[in-house]
Structures are given as structure tokens and as C-alpha cells.
């Protein structure tokens, strides 16, 4: 059978994370919020317009719809102004082997991201043309762990959910992952990721033997 290997873009591909956190601290700091890089895990894998919510349940902050609207626009003005000099140097270490390896064994690679500025950071990162497929915050209506973006993912590469390998690192990910009746791959923490089938701690840490298993299983 063939099977389809799906990765998450934020903390699986790229460090973005760190790009978020910044953004998302300066409107906190502005309402007076404390947001530490703790309540940063919370926000991953999460969409924009949740992570504000979570951001205001924080500091117990009411705000109108109007004042919402502005600091998604103000938040996502300064993440891009991070990503303006993006390019491949940013690439997680590890993950460009992995790329590479299953592009040689013509495995269907498709992107499962919540993000609505994924393809931009693929194309910065020259990563592009290495999938076949790319789903992300602009194409599902259901965030993680809804299993939806992952789903489409999978059809997209004519591969059904139990054939399906997803890289994520975030918790919510990994349970939209095995909701889906996947094989869920956390990269991150143990402590964190637990819920993952398998976990490592990052792509060096992948071997291409264990690739090759996932792709014979
Ligand atoms: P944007 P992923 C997610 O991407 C991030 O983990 C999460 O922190 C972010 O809020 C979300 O994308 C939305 O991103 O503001 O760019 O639309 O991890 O699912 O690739
Ligand atoms: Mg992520």
C-alpha cells in the first residue's frame, strides 16, 4: 500500500515558534498580560484567532470584536516583518535528510499546518517542491485537534488515514493525528508529546531505517 507522510510546518519544519512568541508578547505587554514562553505552549498548533482568545483568558481581558480584529492585524504584521529575510538556514536541523530520503523512495509528502502563512515560509525556505500537497489555515474550517486538516491532507495524496505518518509537535496535532487514525509522530518532549505513537526529540534523531519500516509497514 502506499502511504502518505504528512508534516506539520510551525516547530516540525521551521522554528517559527520563537517568531510567534515575540509577536504575540508585544500585544500582551501592550494589554498588560503576562505571557511567558509556558503559555506559549499553549498557543501551538493553534489558530491565530484562538491564540488571542487564550492570550486574553490569561490576563482575564474583555475586549470588543473591534479590538480583537486590530491586534490579529498588528500581530500578524510583526510575525511577517520576522519572516522578510527567511530563508533555507531556518530549516529545523535534520528535516531537509528526511525530505530528501523520501522524495529518492517517491513517498507523497503533503504539508498539515493551521498556519495561513505557510506557503510563503515553504517558498522562502525553498521547501516548495518537495510537496505534493499543501493544507493549511486557509483551507479548513476545524482546528486541531480536529483531525480535518490531516484528513485532506491524506485524500489530497489519494492515501487513507490509517496509511497516513504525521510529524507534529504540538499536542494538539498529535491527538488530531491519532483522531484521525494515524500514525502520530511528536517531535519535541516526551513529557509533552506522550500521546504520540513514537517520539523524538528532533530530525537528527530520525534514522532512515525507521523511515523505511514506516514506508514497508
Ligand atoms: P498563522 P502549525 C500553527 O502552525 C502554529 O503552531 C500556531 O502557533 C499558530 O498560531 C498557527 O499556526 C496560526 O498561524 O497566524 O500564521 O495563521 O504548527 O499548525 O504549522
Ligand atoms: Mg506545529
Redo the contacts with the bound molecule.
Keep these: 500500500t502506499t502511504k502518505a507522510f504528512i508534516f ?5 519544519i521551521v522554528d ?2 520563537k517568531y ?1 512568541y515575540l509577536a504575540w508578547k508585544k500585544i500582551a505587554d501592550q494589554l498588560g498580560i503576562e505571557f511567558t514562553h509556558e503559555h506559549n505552549e499553549l ?6 484567532v ?2 488571542l482568545d487564550i492570550i486574553l483568558e490569561l490576563g482575564k481581558v474583555n475586549a470588543s470584536q473591534e479590538d480583537k480584529e486590530k491586534w490579529l492585524i498588528q ?2 504584521e510583526d ?1 511577517l516583518s520576522y519572516l522578510v529575510d527567511m530563508d533555507e538556514s531556518e530549516i529545523l536541523p535534520g528535516v531537509f535528510t528526511i525530505l530528501q530520503f523520501l522524495k529518492e523512495n517517491n513517498q507523497p509528502i503533503a504539508l ?7 506557503r510563503p515560509i515553504l517558498e522562502k525556505t525553498g521547501l516548495l517542491p518537495y510537496f505534493d500537497a499543501v493544507v ?2 486557509n483551507d479548513v474550517t476545524n482546528a ?1 485537534p480536529d483531525p480535518e ?1 490531516f484528513l485532506m491532507a491524506a485524500k489530497l495524496l489519494n492515501t487513507k488515514p490509517e496509511d497516513s505518518i504525521v510529524f ?3 499536542v494538539a ?1 498529535v491527538q488530531a493525528a491519532n483522531i484521525g487514525n494515524m500514525t502520530s509522530i511528536g517531535i519535541g518532549e516526551a513529557s509533552t508529546l506522550h500521546e504520540a505513537k513514537y517520539i523524538f526529540t528532533d530530525f537528527t534523531a530520525i534514522d532512515t531505517a525507521f523511515i523505511e519500516e514506516l514506508i514497508k509497514g
Excluded at 8 to 12: A, I
Excluded at 43 to 48: F, Q, T
Design positions: 506539520d510546518l510551525d516547530g516540525v517559527t515558534a510567534h498557543l501551538k498548533g493553534v489558530s491565530r484562538r491564540s500581530k500578524n510575525y498539515g499546518s493551521a498556519s495561513k502563512n505557510a493549511d489555515g486541531k486538516v507534529e509537535d504540538s496535532g
